[in-house]
């Protein structure tokens, strides 16, 4: 079988990708060995992300935004460390916007990828990628069921241990935290007033992003030790330690879905590109979760990718037409990730001088308006 994309992985960004390339001629494939439409069940799922301005824009644009079921608007955001009076209150009207964002299930999402996608002329293939070989006009590609796909253009968007950048043989750095994020979904006594909240503690960071007045899921990153020393709790002194580390400020909790937790690895590709070939999202960046970034570049690289291939007149899979992409991406990638690495550094380190510089920078971003915005509208995708 012919075709001129084939998309490896069916997650969010591959799904994108792929919506975003619908609208042309050009005849596109999606392998995915598991369901790329997950179940939407009652409660919330623990997985999920904010979604900025930046990226509901494309979704909007690829038709998939009025899909999702789920989705829970914040225009506030409050960050507050334990040890400075350091304070950072980020508000929707600064920017004069109706919100800074979306909290939305990953799930959900997926689903309304899928859901669009089925009104396309996209074809999904149901197995695992085994081998990958180049050719003159591209690469073929053999699959775990015996078939055999030929195309003009491969892309990688099957996650952090991507298979196609293994296979094409692209290296990449790794910086291991030696930390886990801790994941689950909590009830409060007090309402989370459409804020975003997130509090540095001496050891461990807590980020709580609400799914409606009184639920939200929780980001708890924590060193190994004390990350393995939380998971091993119950349910109810789980949520008891989770209501001391900030302060009772939302009462008290209640735990209402497993507690998961998940290895932090930021890892970066030495080449996002190569000739018919170029990877999305995870498969080319992943980052620490601090703030929330990681589906939000992978829509980004959607949205450049799709740009630079925008002409038909371009010989698909062209090697400087993907250099362009890699070059408008990169600096933007690798400026979030090598930030989100010193935050992290900066907010373990206690020692005085430190915690006291770290309070005073925090509240002189927090009285700049022109600062404030400049690092507000980063955040919202407006780099």
């Not at 994309?5 to 050009?26: E, H, P």
């Not at 999920?48 to 979704?59: D, R």
Request: proline fraction near 3%; aromatic fraction near 8%; include cysteine.
């Amino acid at each position: 079988m012919t075709y001129d994309i084939v998309i490896v992985g069916g997650g969010m960004a591959g799904q994108a990708f792929a919506l975003s390339m619908a609208k042309t001629d050009y005849k596109i494939a999606i392998i995915e060995p598991h369901s790329p439409n997950p179940t939407l069940n009652k409660d919330f799922h623990s997985r999920v992300s904010a979604i900025t301005p930046s990226s509901e824009q494309l979704l909007k644009d690829i038709n998939a935004w009025d899909l999702i079921k789920r989705k829970h608007a914040f225009s506030h955001t409050q960050v507050w460390d334990q040890n400075s009076h350091g304070a950072l209150d980020f508000h929707a009207h600064d920017e004069n916007l109706p919100h800074l964002g979306h909290i939305i299930e990953n799930d959900a999402i997926q689903s309304a990828l899928f859901e669009a996608l089925e009104k396309t002329d996209v074809e999904f293939v149901s197995a695992k990628l085994e081998s990958i070989e180049k050719t003159t006009a591209g690469y073929q590609l053999q699959l775990n069921n015996k078939q055999a796909l030929d195309c003009q253009l491969l892309i990688g968007a099957d996650g952090a241990r991507s298979n196609v950048r293994s296979l094409a043989n692209i290296g990449f750095s790794e910086n291991n935290y030696q930390q886990k994020a801790i994941i689950c979904n909590v009830k409060s006594t007090q309402s989370f007033n459409s804020t975003t909240w997130q509090r540095f503690l001496s050891d461990s960071i807590v980020a709580l992003l609400p799914l409606g007045e009184n639920q939200a899921s929780i980001v708890w990153s924590a060193d190994n030790d004390l990350a393995d020393e939380l998971i091993s709790l119950d349910k109810l002194a789980f949520a008891k330690r989770l209501s001391a580390a900030v302060e009772y400020r939302f009462g008290e909790f209640k735990v209402l879905s497993d507690i998961q937790a998940f290895p932090l690895i930021e890892r970066s590709a030495n080449e996002y590109v190569k000739e018919n070939l170029a990877l999305i999202g995870d498969a080319a960046h992943n980052i620490h979760p601090l703030a929330g970034q990681g589906i939000n570049l992978g829509f980004s690289d959607v949205r450049e990718l799709s740009k630079q291939l925008e002409d038909n007149n371009k010989i698909l899979g062209d090697y400087l037409t993907l250099r362009k992409y890699a070059r408008a991406r990169r600096l933007d990638n690798e400026l979030m990730a090598k930030t989100m690495t010193g935050l992290n550094w900066v907010y373990k380190e206690n020692n005085e001088p430190l915690r006291w510089l770290r309070g005073f920078g925090m509240n002189i971003i927090n009285e700049n308006p022109q600062l404030k915005s400049f690092l507000q509208k980063h955040a919202l995708g407006n780099s």
